[in-house]
């Protein structure tokens, strides 16, 4: 019980630390619980001591589980020579902005163990220039990554060319107007709260917070709109599968967070693809629900394939309404009168 409150006289702390670990699994109960409270309270001349050796890999998992927000533990726990995947993995996907910056700068460890590139990219915390960068990285290299619309993201990575100094456009010219009304209707004072910030390379740049959502998106490059397709909000995913790049479209439509409410609103969009509207189309738990159904059949984007389908699965009311709709195409009225005809020859 002494050993698992952290004291034995004259054991050097690294050894202690380790003791204490190795007790936090102890048969005795009441040893183990003593133990783990130990472990997460270390006194900090203990800690730092302990952590100036070369730890064993099953103790700096365990000091990653019980100080991942801690800056200054964190940073020492990367310089351990025999820090393993799995406190990597602990580290990246607890991280803060500034954590996954750490955590993301020894790009050797990073190629070693790509799970790590993965939390990185799925932790929302991390800012969007480290996630860009570590997926960047990933695809020169070759790496295939277990993340949602990987894919297109890489793709898009590929795909990416630095435009000509002439084509590039000027961003702040060209949403001045936008602004300058948010910044009023947030009544804001320029003279009391900036709205330009100065970005990692020292430029200024309008903040983020006095800008329209579709304009902060427009600002992005492709891979940065496929993360945010992926992991970001509603509103964002419905305004990036709107988007005219198909990949970033995908990741919208592909994304784990889309579901149905947000399908629903998708398949009445006349905005989206073909692309879009066929996966929606596909995917049989939202075609379950009847007004996605209405809705891909009434959108004239609909793949025709998918719409003739879908037309037999209609109400009686609603094919009888399509059938002299101006709002649809002349080939969907024509389908809707030929469902209704074998209706009445059946009954």
């Known amino acids: ?11 050097p702390a690294w050894d202690l630390v380790t ?9 005795d109960a009441q040893v183990s619980t003593k133990a783990r409270e130990t472990f997460r309270s270390l006194p900090q001349p203990i800690l730092t001591g302990a952590l100036s050796h070369d730890l064993e890999p099953s103790v700096l998992v365990l000091l990653a589980d019980a100080y991942a927000t801690n800056a200054t533990v964190v940073e020492k726990l990367l310089r351990m020579p025999r820090i393993d995947a799995a406190t990597l993995e602990i580290l990246a996907e607890r991280a803060d902005e500034k954590l996954g910056e750490i955590v993301a700068t020894n790009e050797e460890r990073l190629l070693a163990n790509p799970t790590v590139i993965e939390k990185l990219y799925l932790n929302k915390r991390v800012r969007m220039s480290t996630a860009d960068r570590i997926l960047e990285l990933a695809v020169r290299n070759g790496l295939t990554l277990s993340i949602p619309a990987f894919k297109e993201a890489a793709q898009a990575i590929q795909n990416e060319l630095v435009p000509e100094a002439s084509e590039e456009p000027t961003y702040e010219d060209k949403i001045a107007k936008e602004i300058d009304e948010l910044t009023e209707k947030l009544n804001l004072d320029p003279a ?13 740049q309008v903040a983020e917070k006095v800008l329209p959502l579709h304009a902060r998106l427009a600002s992005m490059t492709i891979s940065q709109k ?10 964002e995913r419905l305004l990036l599968v709107r988007d005219t790049n198909r990949l970033v479209a995908a990741a919208a439509i592909d994304s784990p967070m889309t579901n149905e409410h947000d399908a629903m609103r998708i398949s009445a969009s006349r905005q989206v693809s073909e692309d879009v509207l066929r996966h929606i189309a596909l995917n049989r738990e939202w075609t379950r629900q009847y007004q996605i159904k209405l809705n891909l059949v009434m959108n004239p984007r609909t793949p025709m394939s998918f719409t003739a389908r879908l037309i037999p699965q209609l109400q009686d009311h609603d094919v009888r309404g399509l059938s002299k709709s ?6 969907v009225r024509q389908l809707c009168k030929q469902q209704m005809a074998r209706k ?3 009954g």
Do not use: W, Y
């Open 326 to 331: 101006k709002n649809v195409s002349s080939t």
């Open 19 to 27: 003791v204490v670990a190795l007790l936090m699994e102890a048969s």
């Open 192 to 204: 009391v709260e900036d709205t330009h910030v100065v970005d990692e390379e020292g430029e200024e």
């Open 1 to 11: 019980m002494m050993a698992a409150g952290g004291v034995v006289p004259g054991l």
């Open 226 to 235: 496929i993360r945010r397709a992926t992991l970001g909000t509603s509103a």
């Open 344 to 346: 009445e020859k059946k």
